[in-house]
């Protein structure tokens, strides 16, 4: 069973969240916040597997209190999926910085919000439909002079060539077309790569993809 927690200023939202999830066999709402603090204090208590995040709230607004959930090591195996309600908010780019796994705007249909709750839990990153590159695309104008690649040091060339590829937004299908491998092998390839980085989920490997000089500006073809 998937447990979620819904931290949204707005009843209504989280109640129609709260009708949507609960109707699935597998997943159940664990708690609901109303501000970002509270949703600290939820996910500490609650421990759920997945938070549906607003980014704007009193008190304390969703991005802080993702990184109060990220940066706590007890809660590592917590997954964020921030909610906006325009596609490419100002707050989304800091937002996957901070750790959260995707983001979803408001209005996205029932069966994306699902699948976006169920592939979290699964360690994939999500975000809406078609704006993925350009969410990679805002990273990289935004970022820094690439830091010293030695975080890349215990990466294989396969590994280094899927992270690369992670990187300019190539989903596991697409990198297995990319390198004639199968998905199953794209995706294991992923896997390990995460795992030897630390990265939470491939949201946090197109982070580092920028961040270690393996991916630069002008690669979106």
Not at 22 to 48: F, H, K, M, Y
Not at 63 to 88: Q, S
Not at 106 to 118: F, G, I, S, Y
């Amino acid at each position: 069973m998937i447990r979620v927690l819904l931290a949204d200023d707005q009843l209504l939202v989280r109640a129609g969240f709260r009708a949507l999830l609960d109707a699935q066999p597998d997943i159940e709402v664990a708690g609901e916040a109303a501000d970002g603090e509270e949703a600290v204090r939820l996910v500490s208590e609650l421990r759920p597997d997945v938070v549906l995040m607003d980014i704007r709230m009193p008190t304390l607004d969703g991005l802080a209190a993702t990184r109060r959930i990220t940066g706590d090591k007890r809660l590592g195996e917590v997954k964020v999926v921030m909610l906006t309600t325009f596609e490419l908010d100002e707050y989304v780019f800091e937002a996957i910085r901070s750790g959260a796994s995707g983001f979803l705007v408001k209005d996205t249909e029932p069966q994306e919000l699902l699948r976006a709750v169920r592939a979290v839990v699964q360690g994939d990153a999500l975000l809406s439909p078609g704006v993925t590159r350009r969410l990679i695309a805002e990273f990289a104008a935004r970022s820094k002079v690439p830091t010293d690649a030695e975080v890349l040091g215990e990466l294989t060339e396969r590994e280094r060539e899927v992270m690369a590829l992670v990187g300019i937004g190539l989903s596991n299908e697409e990198i297995a077309c990319r390198l004639v491998v199968s998905p199953l092998t794209a995706k294991t390839h992923v896997s390990r790569t995460m795992v030897k980085l630390g990265a939470r989920d491939r949201a946090q490997l197109v982070v580092l993809a920028y961040e270690s000089g393996l991916v630069r500006p002008g690669w979106l073809g």
